[in-house]
């Protein structure tokens, strides 16, 4: 009688492994398909259009542009940016050590005067993430972006530009990054949009 | 031989034992399947797929010689001027001297239908594309998305000169 019981209870039980194989084989694809938002200074807000060109993942320098003008550079690869940083360094005789060299290494956008860098650099990036950055000055008389620029594109010749602005920033200030840009011979650039259907447009 | 078939028929014995044992180790699959599923969710809502859309444009080099202009003359005639003003108000005129300035919008009815119908009359069209100091960034790429759409070749971006903004002025005024 008991046996029987436990005969019947027992059969009630789901295989669990096809499950179990279909829940890892997902996870596995996601895990290797994600890639991670980095994390951003400043929230941007971008316009939208039917562009259909992709931007490219890698070699690519982004200019952030915010709604308030204050402007952000931000470009990818560990190496370029601990070349980036040895320039900036040596140019402005900042005399930063290895470990905020290390740090600049990891940031992925920044908007920091060259003057403040140092103490800048100093911060955990949980204070960092805090701080409100002032932005990158672009003055005609010390043009830090120009800097920033050229300095990237000798590190990397193959880097591509992309200026990311935010919907209500004014186009004072957006004219004021592209002739920075201009100047220093970068004439082909992208401009971050976001995916709008044709349909919807009207 | 007797003692040897005694220790076979020990043997199977153990080997059913062993085989009753075996079923009994049954692992508890679900705390697996809730980790596993909880990682699939994580890694689900964190992923972003759609990598973000971009306008390629290409502004005309600077001129390596401070004095040499860059402006190149464009008849009047071919040029079809576009004033994006301040709160997303849009003003279209042709030609340059003491235009007619109308006023339009950024829909499909609005400066498209005006793009289309000048791109087909004028030939070799030129879209002059002045962004007044109060207009923002998605003026500017809505005006450069039009201009895929329309398929126009040639357009410019000029800024604002002070008798662009006092014709629109006087347009508003009127």
Redesign the interface.
Known sequence: MLKLKQKGKKQLKLDMNPMTDLAFLLVTFFMLTTTFKAEEPVQVNNPSSTAEIKLPETNIMTITIAEDGRVFFGIDGQYTKERLIDFIDQRYDLSLDAAQKKRFSLISTFGTPVGQLNDFLALSSTERMKLEQPGIPMDSTANELAEWIVYSRMINPNLRVAINGDTETKYPMVKKVISTLVNNKVTRFNLITDKETLLENG | MAKKEHVISETKAEKAKNKNLRKEV?ID??P??DL??L??TF??L?????????????????PQNETETVEQPIKESRALSIY?GDEDKLYWFLGVTDPEVHFTDY???GIRKILLENNAEILDVVVVIK????????????I??EM??TGIQRYAIV?AAPEDDQLILNFEGA
Do not use: G
Request: negative net charge.
């Open positions: 049954d699959m679900n697996m399947v596993a599923f990682l699939l890694f689900m964190t992923t972003t797929f759609s990598r973000p859309q971009a306008i390629e444009l290409v502004m005309p080099a600077k994006l829909t499909k009815d962004p007044s100091a109060s207009s923002n960034y998605q003026n500017l790429v809505d450069l998305d895929a759409i800024d």
